[in-house]
């Protein structure tokens, strides 16, 4: 690419002002190529029709003005940002500055450090190659049979626990069994007789550990592991998208901080950048408040929040009020769940006319209050688990089923049950065994999902 004129100088301010972050590669690329990159995560994905349903999704947003996809950055070492090519030179002067803050965002907060530390640093690279692994599978076991097991898997892929590492051994073949009390009189004596102590470890080597131990909401792990009749090429597919997901989990968890962080440093640079002409500054400072403007084209009022608007409000206020430094800490310790709960408080909520609301099947919208924490909660709650809904195994029976649990009451929520349905024979193709899941329908009533169970 023609290296933007103010790359350089721009990277300089950024060290000056005390930002640190991974070499950054800069490409300047087709809005297509933004799009199809922003839909599939990655510029070389495993193919999925899926891919294709949100493509057109977010062409339509698009074409109705909803939407401009100014760049697309991925976290690494180094990092790698698509900047695209109908972008003005004003523009991508601020698009730089933006995706400084976020390589200075995702080289220090911890989430972001602990999935590079376990994903790798080269996602892209490794994005690329579990495409051509999964082309390679395609070729051998046939189309169909991998595009079933890709539906299964990606149908389950915000199903990872961010509790758990990447790589984790498989569960104790044998429960913990605990030592007894010690014996005394008759007992001690009795215990010390020939043979006795050999039987009580002998005892202790057959306590078989249940599967799972506990409930467990890795489902992709879990699926991997102990599905009873999965193909290695099968579990190789699963557990790719499950690291994909490991990636993904600080993008998500941690949306409105980092992007806030990344807009109230390309204001910042762009402020203190003497060498940008004066109708430049100008031009980009209107694509600034493009960015972090609260509403979508002309409207005064909307249903969702901008991440953007929101972030860079938060952060402004917090070096203003406690200074750079403990915002940094802020920045490095914290995600979206306690930056919410912590620092958005009634008065800034009122200033930003912010409110809960809630919306009925039929279409009808109620606006309810202005309660900080209802407030809190209607941020967060799409953001929980990756916006999915909260579901572990409960057991694997001795007949191979697959038991799964709704967490309704951490959700808040019931499921629509036709599309759970619908999920549940995704994973049921690779299971091969019955699957039922436990939970509650969309009138919060208890309903158990069994799919693979033959009638008599």
Not at 161 to 168: A, E, H, I, K, M
Not at 251 to 270: D, K, P, T
Not at 434 to 447: A, F
């Amino acid at each position: 690419m023609k290296r933007n004129p103010y790359c350089g100088p721009l990277e300089q301010l950024a060290h000056d002002q005390g930002l640190d972050f991974y070499p950054v590669e800069f490409e300047v690329v087709p809005p297509s190529f933004m799009m199809e990159v922003a839909v599939y995560g990655f510029p070389v994905r495993m193919p999925h029709w899926s891919f294709g349903v949100r493509y057109i999704y977010q062409l339509v947003q698009h074409r109705m003005g909803h939407s401009k996809i100014f760049e697309v950055v991925f976290p690494g070492n180094p990092g790698r940002a698509y900047l695209a090519n109908t972008n003005t030179i004003q523009e991508n002067a601020l698009v730089i500055a933006h995706v400084l803050g976020h390589a200075d965002f995702s080289k220090n907060n911890l989430l972001f450090q602990r999935a590079q530390e376990q994903a790798g640093y080269h996602v892209v690279e490794q994005a690329a190659a579990h495409a051509l692994h999964i082309e390679n599978a395609a070729s051998a076991h046939g189309q169909k049979r991998v595009e079933t097991v890709l539906d299964a898997a990606l149908a389950l892929e915000q199903h990872i626990d961010d509790n758990q590492t990447l790589s984790r051994p498989p569960y104790p073949v044998h429960a913990a069994v605990e030592d007894p009390p010690p014996a005394e009189g008759f007992r001690k004596r009795f215990a010390s007789l020939p043979g006795e102590a050999l039987r009580k470890v002998s005892g202790h080597e057959h306590v078989h550990a249940p599967v799972p131990p506990y409930p467990e909401y890795d489902l992709l792990w879990f699926i991997a592991h102990y599905a009873p009749e999965m193909e290695d090429w099968e579990r190789d597919i699963f557990l790719a998208v499950r690291e994909e997901s490991f990636y993904f989990y600080p993008v998500f968890s941690c949306q409105i901080m980092n992007e806030g962080w990344a807009s109230y440093w390309h204001a910042r640079l762009l402020r203190e950048a003497r060498f940008l002409p004066n109708d430049h500054y100008i031009d980009a400072l209107r694509a600034h408040s493009d960015v972090v403007r609260p509403f979508a084209g002309e409207h005064e009022i909307a249903l969702q929040i901008n991440p953007y608007h929101l972030g860079f409000v938060l952060w402004d206020r917090l070096v203003e009020d406690r200074g750079l430094d403990k915002a940094r800490r802020i920045m490095r310790e914290e995600d979206d769940s306690s930056f919410v709960h912590n620092y958005l408080d009634e008065e800034l909520a009122a200033e930003l006319g912010l409110f809960s609301y809630s919306a009925k099947r039929c279409g009808e919208i109620k606006v309810n209050d202005a309660d900080i924490n209802a407030i809190r909660e209607q941020i967060l709650s799409p953001r929980y688990h990756f916006g999915a809904p909260r579901i572990g195994v409960a057991q694997l029976r001795t007949d191979g089923t697959l038991d799964l649990k709704h967490d309704a009451i951490a959700d808040g929520r019931g499921l629509d049950t036709e599309y759970a349905r619908k999920v549940l024979e995704y994973v049921h193709c690779v299971w091969r065994r019955p699957v039922e899941m436990h939970t509650l329908d969309e009138r919060n009533r208890e309903t158990v999902i069994k799919v693979g169970i033959k009638s008599h």
